[in-house]
């Protein structure tokens, strides 16, 4: 089984909201990432969690936080967003955080900002 | 920046043939090559990997071959179905070096 999960798979938000994306494996990796993706283009690295620590932030603005409860769970809190974030946003994990271990990708969650 | 591309953005196969999918990189250390396959409203879906110790590799009805000669990476498909509509990416990272590198992708479309 490589399945990672998101919730919700689609989200409309206003720039006040505050709104939170939630992404699970049981695959017992212990490296889980945060993308983001525009249409047509490629997806670009956010975050990184290693071991459950937070190990790379790829200059993303604050109004980003992400959060790792446990080795299942990875959750990316939005607060204040803007209309130019709204995108695909990516989970993905691997067994390790190496560049031996492939990365699984969830089906991501459609967010809108109006 | 991106250290990974791909020659053409889009593809055009008619079914049952074969499909090649060209992809140039330019760091050198990388070690490291994938394919993902995304289809419309999904997240990108692991096709094949290969190390850079290797120069081909197959899987179910797809190979990669990785020219290091001349940073370059390509995927074959064999008898194109229309379920092989989708982007494909590649993707590579390096020994010391856990991030992604994507390229831009190419639209492959079948046509029956």
């Known amino acids: 089984d490589t399945e990672v999960t998101q919730t919700p798979k689609h989200l409309v938000m206003g720039m006040t909201n505050k709104k939170s994306l939630k992404c699970e494996q049981h695959?017992?990796?212990?490296?889980m990432y945060w993308y983001k993706q525009k249409a047509k283009k490629p997806p670009e690295l956010m975050f990184v969690?290693?071991?459950?620590?937070?190990?790379i932030n790829e200059s993303v603005p604050s109004r980003f936080s992400p959060e790792c409860p446990n080795s299942s769970l990875l959750n990316l809190h939005l607060h204040a967003l803007q209309p130019e974030d709204s995108a695909l946003y990516l989970c993905?994990?691997?067994?390790?955080?190496?560049?031996?271990?492939?990365?699984?990708f969830g089906p991501g969650t459609r967010l809108t900002v109006l | 920046g991106e250290s990974v591309g791909l020659h053409l953005p889009t593809l055009s196969v008619q079914e049952g043939d074969n499909s090649i999918i060209n992809c140039a990189y330019s760091?050198?250390?990388?070690?490291?090559f994938i394919w993902y396959k995304q289809e419309s409203g999904k997240g990108p879906q692991f096709i094949i990997d290969?190390?850079?110790?290797?120069d081909k590799r197959q899987g179910q009805r797809v190979t990669v071959l990785l020219n290091k000669t001349v940073k370059h990476l390509s995927l074959q498909i064999a008898a194109t179905q229309p379920g092989d509509s989708a982007v494909y990416f590649c993707?590579?990272?390096?020994?010391?070096?856990?991030?992604?590198?994507f390229g831009a992708g190419t639209t492959v479309t079948v046509r029956a």
């Open positions: 993707a590579e990272n390096k020994s010391n070096d856990y991030k992604l590198s």
């Open positions: 993905a994990s691997s067994l390790r955080p190496s560049f031996e271990d492939t990365q699984y």
């Open positions: 760091n050198s250390a990388s070690d490291y």
């Open positions: 290969i190390r850079s110790n290797m």
């Open positions: 969690y290693s071991y459950e620590k937070l190990s």
């Open positions: 695959m017992g990796h212990r490296a």
